[in-house]
């Protein structure tokens, strides 16, 4: 009997939406992991008694969790004397000489003045402080005011798309004032609306996703910071589960002539340099085999990242797969490659056939298109 499986549409869509947010690029600092992370605690944390999860949180309780979050990140790490960096902006481009993302500067700072002790935790901190209450209320509210800012509203934009609000609404525009947020901060007007309503399903999904995202996030955040300080730290990962292993130059002069010296995606002239780049990301699924490379514009390939190709590109490349199977299958013959090209088009169906119906895939440079799946399926038919 055949069975065609069902997922919980829901908790799918979301995830595939959260693979995609958590890619590389996007972000200049760490935020996007602090405010993730953020949301998942205060989803558990505001679970009624009856067992019923928050439809919105506020603004305030996110910064005081992103304080939270960071609190031990503001201690010098290992031999350094100072915090890690949680951002890529160089002290050249903004001209102030800060090599810190301003969030962890604010806390670092509050830190210092609370407490020597590098390991002192944050309620003792807070205890500690000279200036007492108001020196955290302080630090809240600049924490608050910086996370409505930027990150909030950048959040749920992949790429360079619209924003698409998958996770939560909120009522402020980015033109909204600091002056805005103080006074409502401070009681005296009723300006500004610090709610974030989370959609329909979405904290029910991230409770019953968070033993999945949790170490998820954990290892991407880790591993930006990790780049973002130049420490050595990914070279395990790298070394164990990497495609930079193994060197895929003997094949890219072929694939080169296979295309006519084209780009496989934009179908540009290729110049003297060019990426060979796996079709089915490496992420998803590790193939080095023949059927799965393609010779691409280095900036095509960058810009793919790990992203999941458009119908227009799948079609175009199961036609070079039967248009080219003899030569594909001499190249890897010549070469000693691995070809494998029924169990390519395997993963690749059971990748697509599975993403939900509004996923996003990549066309061209900053381009998404929605799934068009009947013309994925057509294209991936044994
Ligand atoms: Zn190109």
Same mark, same amino acid.
């Given at each position: 009997?055949?069975?065609?499986?069902?997922?919980?549409?829901?908790?799918?869509?979301?995830?595939?939406?959260?693979?995609?947010?958590?890619?590389?690029?996007?972000?200049?600092?760490?935020?996007?992991?602090?405010?993730? &992370?953020?949301?998942?605690?205060?989803?558990?944390?505001?679970?009624?008694?009856?067992?019923?999860?928050?439809?919105?949180?506020?603004?305030?309780?996110? #910064?005081?969790?992103?304080?939270? +979050?960071?609190?031990?990140?503001?201690?010098?790490?290992?031999?350094?004397?100072?915090?890690?960096?949680?951002?890529?902006?160089?002290?050249?481009?903004?001209?102030?000489?800060?090599?810190?993302?301003?969030?962890?500067?604010?806390?670092?700072?509050?830190?210092?003045?609370?407490?020597?002790?590098?390991?002192?935790?944050?309620?003792?901190?807070?205890?500690?402080?000279?200036?007492?209450?108001?020196?955290?209320?302080?630090?809240?509210?600049? &924490?608050?005011?910086?996370?409505?800012?930027?990150?909030?509203? =950048? @959040?749920?934009?992949?790429?360079?798309?619209?924003?698409?609000?998958?996770?939560?609404?909120?009522?402020?525009?980015?033109?909204?004032?600091?002056?805005?947020?103080?006074?409502?901060?401070?009681?005296?007007?009723?300006?500004?609306? *610090?709610?974030?309503?989370?959609?329909?399903?979405?904290?029910? $999904? @991230? &409770?019953? @996703? *968070?033993?999945?995202? =949790?170490?998820? &996030?954990?290892?991407?955040?880790?591993?930006?910071?990790?780049?973002?300080?130049?420490?050595?730290?990914?070279?395990?990962?790298?070394?164990?589960?990497?495609?930079? =292993?193994?060197?895929?130059?003997?094949?890219?002069? =072929?694939?080169?002539? +296979?295309?006519?010296?084209?780009?496989?995606?934009?179908?540009?002239?290729?110049?003297?340099?060019?990426?060979?780049?796996?079709?089915?990301?490496?992420?998803? /699924? $590790?193939? *080095? !085999?023949?059927?799965?490379?393609?010779?691409? /514009?280095?900036?095509? *390939?960058?810009?793919? !990242?790990?992203?999941?190709?458009? #119908?227009?590109?799948?079609?175009?490349?199961?036609?070079? !797969?039967?248009?080219?199977?003899?030569?594909?299958?001499?190249?890897?013959?010549?070469?000693?490659?691995?070809?494998?090209?029924?169990?390519?088009?395997?993963?690749?169906?059971?990748?697509?056939?599975?993403?939900?119906?509004?996923?996003?895939?990549?066309? !061209?440079?900053?381009?998404?298109?929605?799934?068009?799946?009947?013309?994925?399926?057509? #294209?991936?038919?044994?």
């Amino acid at each position: 009997m055949a069975v065609d499986p069902e997922p919980d549409r829901t908790a799918i869509r979301l995830a595939e939406r959260l693979i995609q947010l958590l890619g590389r690029g996007g972000f200049t600092a760490t935020y996007k992991y602090a405010v993730l &992370i953020g949301l998942m605690d205060l989803c558990l944390e505001l679970t009624s008694a009856t067992g019923v999860p928050p439809d919105m949180i506020t603004t305030r309780q996110l #910064a005081e969790k992103v304080i939270e +979050l960071y609190w031990p990140h503001c201690a010098p790490y290992g031999d350094m004397p100072r915090e890690l960096r949680q951002t890529r902006v160089s002290p050249k481009s903004t001209g102030k000489g800060e090599t810190q993302a301003e969030i962890i500067q604010h806390i670092v700072e509050f830190r210092r003045r609370a407490d020597r002790n590098p390991a002192a935790s944050l309620p003792l901190s807070r205890a500690r402080v000279a200036a007492g209450p108001e020196a955290y209320e302080k630090l809240a509210r600049l &924490i608050e005011w910086k996370l409505i800012e930027m990150p909030i509203s =950048r @959040l749920q934009i992949i790429g360079g798309e619209e924003e698409d609000r998958f996770l939560y609404e909120y009522g402020f525009t980015k033109a909204v004032l600091k002056s805005t947020v103080n006074a409502a901060q401070q009681g005296t007007s009723h300006g500004f609306d *610090n709610r974030l309503l989370l959609k329909p399903g979405v904290s029910a $999904a @991230l &409770i019953a @996703l *968070n033993g999945i995202l =949790r170490p998820l &996030i954990y290892r991407n955040w880790a591993l930006l910071v990790a780049s973002m300080n130049g420490l050595k730290e990914p070279s395990l990962e790298e070394f164990l589960f990497g495609s930079e =292993r193994i060197s895929l130059d003997p094949v890219r002069p =072929r694939l080169r002539e +296979l295309q006519d010296n084209r780009c496989f995606y934009c179908d540009g002239g290729l110049g003297a340099t060019c990426h060979v780049d796996h079709f089915v990301p490496w992420s998803r /699924h $590790a193939d *080095n !085999s023949i059927d799965n490379l393609v010779a691409a /514009h280095d900036d095509c *390939n960058g810009k793919k !990242s790990d992203y999941l190709a458009a #119908a227009e590109h799948v079609v175009r490349w199961r036609a070079r !797969s039967s248009r080219c199977a003899g030569d594909l299958a001499e190249i890897a013959r010549k070469e000693a490659w691995e070809s494998r090209p029924e169990r390519t088009v395997s993963v690749a169906r059971a990748i697509y056939r599975m993403l939900p119906d509004d996923a996003r895939l990549w066309m !061209s440079g900053q381009r998404f298109l929605v799934i068009d799946r009947p013309r994925i399926v057509r #294209a991936l038919a044994a």
